[in-house]
């Protein structure tokens, strides 16, 4: 298999040795074209003008078109995913007679499945050691999934940014995504992608947003600079906002939750452009070293900033300016995500949660190091990290959202 040659294994992962329209859409889409400042501010928010009438005022149409058209195509799959959730079925080209040969030989009581799993809660707990506490709140079975889903997007991840990221080609990339398919039609290449192809038999989870992972990855092979916040808001989707609609179905919308499905995923979206942008803020610095600038050209350009100066890495009050403006944004997609978590299982709320505030919380570090992301890495003290967990689990305890005050 050609994954096998290109490096795909990711040895750093597999088995140690030891080691109407929903408001989620017109929310971003004035992220992208407002600006993010307060009403009355320019270019900030109006409560008198809704978002489509400033859209025609925006100053430069064609992005403001191309604005709708990336937002449509990320509402696309919202819409199906969700209509998916709501059917409670698995699309219809995954849907197995009988448990693929492989997984019924992993089912086997020694090894097998089990053990595929293990090794997924193995990585996670190496990786993401807070997501790994929080699952441990959750039923197995959907603790498991989350740990194959978490486990395919590390691979994936470490493609293009991994050790061996400099020989990965389209084509590697390519062959990824035939991987990805097979793994879907009950024909798992390992003992992770196992656990994965296990995982899709039990819970409604669609292929797309996978293979927008992939795709966003193809993305960053090719492409070091970003015109615009519409481009970088298709990134975020495709590299962190897809994580968000592929974790939905597992950890399930609450029995008692009166809001949609399209709105619950709008806010699993909203939570991953929160996290990936937070992401881009705190690397800066890092990124810059290998040659990378995600932030948006125009609006660097807006503030008398240009790549030299994200490569000279000197903080100035432009500088200061421009990440007020980056972190304020950032929040708002937070905010936007906090509702729909309340409408989750309870017992998938607290990993959520705590992701949500710790990741939030870098933010606040990189306020503290006064906009020094070149750098400083804004780090969050453990002392901070073990307070949000249980702030994180009494946030876990609230009703949901759309039960309180007849809210929908
Ligand atoms: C419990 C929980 C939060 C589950 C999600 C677990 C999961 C499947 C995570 C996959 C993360 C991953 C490896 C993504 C690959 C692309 C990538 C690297 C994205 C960046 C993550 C952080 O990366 P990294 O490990 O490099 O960060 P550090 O350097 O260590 O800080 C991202 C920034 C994106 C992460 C995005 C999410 C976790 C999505 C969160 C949204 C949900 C879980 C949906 C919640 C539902 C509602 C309704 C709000």
Redesign the pocket.
């Known amino acids: 298999d050609g994954a096998a040659r290109d490096g795909f294994q990711c040895s750093r992962l597999l088995p140690k040795k030891k080691q109407q329209r929903p408001r989620w859409v017109l929310c971003s889409l004035k992220y992208g074209c407002l600006g993010v400042g307060e009403p009355g501010e320019a270019g900030g928010r109006s409560a008198a003008s809704p978002v489509y009438s400033s859209l025609t005022v925006s100053p430069g149409g064609d992005a403001a078109v191309a604005v709708v058209s990336s937002e449509q195509k990320v509402y696309d799959v919202v819409v199906k995913q969700a209509a998916l959730l709501k059917r409670q079925l698995r699309p219809s080209q995954q849907q197995q007679q009988a448990p693929p040969a492989v997984a019924r030989e992993l089912d086997a009581p020694r090894g097998g499945l089990g053990e595929a799993y293990a090794r997924c809660g193995e990585i996670c707990e190496e ?2 050691k807070t ?1 790994y506490l ?2 441990l709140l959750m039923t197995e079975e959907r603790r498991r999934a ?1 740990w194959a ?2 486990v395919w ?2 691979r ?2 470490e493609l293009v ?1 991994g050790p061996n990221a400099s020989h990965i080609t389209p084509q590697a990339l390519d062959r990824w995504e035939r991987r990805l398919e097979d793994l879907f039609a009950g024909r798992p290449y390992d003992m992770l992608d196992a656990a994965l192809s296990d995982t899709i038999t039990k819970f409604p989870i669609d292929i797309q947003p996978f293979k927008d ?1 992939i795709d966003g990855m193809r993305t960053d092979l090719k492409k070091a600079r970003y015109k615009n916040f519409d481009e970088l808001y298709m990134y975020c989707y495709y ?2 906002g897809t ?2 609609l ?3 179905p597992v ?1 399930g919308i609450a029995p008692d939750s009166k809001a949609t499905a399209e709105s ?1 995923y709008g ?2 979206l ?3 452009l929160a ?2 942008l ?2 881009i803020l705190r690397d800066v610095g890092e990124d810059a070293r290998r040659g990378r600038i995600y932030l948006p050209q125009d609006e660097l350009a807006e503030a008398g900033l240009s790549d030299e100066d994200i490569f000279k890495g000197v903080v100035t009050d432009k500088w200061r300016k421009f990440m007020k403006r980056q972190i304020k944004r950032a929040r708002m997609f937070f905010e936007e ?1 906090e509702r ?2 309340t ?2 299982r309870k017992e998938s709320r607290w ?2 949660w705590a ?1 949500l505030l710790l ?1 939030r919380q870098i933010l606040d570090e990189i306020e503290a190091n006064d906009y020094n992301n070149f750098t400083k890495r804004a780090y969050v003290g453990k002392a901070k990290k073990v307070l949000a967990l249980p702030v994180a689990y009494g946030r876990s305890l609230l009703l949901p959202y759309s039960l309180r005050n007849n809210q929908t």
């Open positions: 990786y993401a997501f929080g699952t989350i889903i978490y997007c590390r994936t991840d940014d992972m590299v962190a994580v968000g592929m974790s939905v950890m619950v806010a699993a909203a939570l991953g996290n990936q937070t992401n995500a729909g978590v409408e989750l990993p959520v992701s990741y």
